[in-house]
Each structure stands twice: as C-alpha cells, then as structure tokens.
Nanobody, 124 residues
C-alpha cells in the first residue's frame, strides 16, 4: 500500500515562503501522477499543482508564478515551494498520487492515494 506523508507546513507572514514535502512509500515512479491539493475552512478542496511522468506540470491560476512543484525520485519526495504567500493561501495542504500517469492528473478524482495533510497559515 502506498503511503504519503506531508511535512513543512507552518505559520508565516504574508510575503513569506514555505516548502512542503511529501515522502512517498512504495510508490511506482515508472508512470506517475502526483499533486498538491488544499482545502480552506468552509471551502471545497482544490487542486494547487500537479506533475506527471511525461514531464508536465500544472498550476492553479491563483498560484502561478509563486508556487513550484518538483519531484526528487531518488529521495521519493514530492515538493511544493511556495513563495510570496498570501493570507488566501491559508489551508490544509494535501499530497496525492495516482496509481499511474493520467491526463486527468490535476483533478482530485484521479488520485488514488492521499496524505493526512499539513496546515499552512498565512497572517497579514
């Protein structure tokens, strides 16, 4: 069974940076689709960024130019570098992975595995 464990969340002021990490266990990287999602209080879960084995990355419009998703296969770790953080970025952030690469990689319904989440709080 694939296991995902997020870390790196915390509280920072507006304009600051955080790097989230997601350690993946027993995940097959020969054909992958992984992503970051977030859910703010009272709102639906939304896709933040995704990456797949074709080398494609996607970003929500709200984070383009500020967030960067990357994968270190050697360390079995997915990252989300978040810069120029805003109060509206406050949310629980989840790492997710699909069993294999898919053209629907940016969507939550395509994901088979989820982490428990890490909380990001941005103060103004």
């Amino acid at each position: 069974q694939v296991e995902l464990a997020e870390s790196g969340g915390g509280s920072v002021q507006s304009g600051g940076s955080l790097r989230l990490s997601c350690a993946a266990s027993r995940y097959d990287y020969s054909s992958y689709c992984m992503g970051w999602f977030r859910q703010a209080p009272g709102k639906e879960r939304e896709g933040v960024a995704s990456i797949d084995s074709d080398g494609s990355t996607t970003y929500a419009n709200s984070v383009k130019g500020r967030f960067t998703i990357s994968l270190d296969n050697a360390k079995n770790t997915l990252y989300l570098q978040m810069n120029s953080l805003k109060p509206e970025d406050t949310a629980m952030y989840y790492c997710a992975a699909a069993a294999m690469s898919t053209k629907w990689c940016r969507w939550a319904y395509a994901m088979d595995y989820w982490g428990e989440g890490t909380l990001v709080t941005i103060s103004s």
